[in-house]
Structure formats: C-alpha cells, structure tokens
C-alpha cells in the first residue's frame, strides 16, 4: 500500500492553472512509477498521468499538452501541473502508485483526493 495525501485542488475559471501536489509517505523510490488519476461526478475513474522512478513519464493522450508532472524525491512529492483548465476537468484527482504499464493504479485504496472545479 502507498500513503498518500493530495492537495491543491480548489475552484479556478476556465483557461486558469492549478498545481497538485501530493506527499507520498516513506521513499516514492519505493514504487517503480506515480501517478495522478481522476473521477468526474458520474464517471469511472481515469488515468492522468506517470512518472517512473527514472523520470519517464506518460500521459493521457488528450491531457498531454496541458498537464505536467513531476516528482521531487528528496521531498517525496509528486507534482501535477495543470494548465488551460476546462470545464471537463472538473474531477476529484488522486495520487497512487503505478503498475508497470505506467497506467493502471497499482493499489485499490486511494487516499481523500482533491477537488478541481473549473468555472466556466
């Protein structure tokens, strides 16, 4: 299992940005990769992004040149920065270690989550 506990979520207006954090507890070395997930209200849970151990990352193809993320392991942090937010990213997001496929969460408890709400 990973701890975790995501921030930085609040309102923001459409084409505004918002930084997530998430602090992970002990080494994020631990886990081969990290990631950020969402779930918008009456929608499944999806992947957002990953980033390995070694700093290689993958995205969601329609995500990808809006979001970035990064990881800090001295703090043991994993960022999301978003960017030219939208409506349709309104979700709850979450932090989780990643399985090998850089996709798919690898644990099935997930921590409170934060929640982005984007105005339009």
């Known amino acids: 299992q990973v701890q975790v506990v995501e921030s930085g979520g609040g309102l923001v207006q459409s084409g505004g940005s918002l930084r997530l954090s998430c602090a992970v507890a002990g080494s994020i070395d631990t886990f081969y990769a990290m990631g950020w997930f969402r779930q918008a209200p009456g929608k499944q849970r999806e992947f957002v992004a990953s980033i390995t151990s070694g700093g290689t990352t993958n995205y969601r193809v329609s995500l990808r040149d809006r979001f970035t993320i990064s990881r800090d392991n001295a703090k043991n942090t994993v960022t999301l920065q978003m960017n030219s937010l939208t409506p349709e990213d309104t979700a709850v997001y979450y932090c989780?270690?990643?399985?090998?496929?850089?996709?798919?969460?690898?644990?099935?408890?997930w921590g409170q989550g934060t929640q982005v709400t984007v105005s339009s």
């Open positions: 989780n270690a990643v399985s090998t496929d850089r996709r798919t969460p690898r644990y099935n408890s």
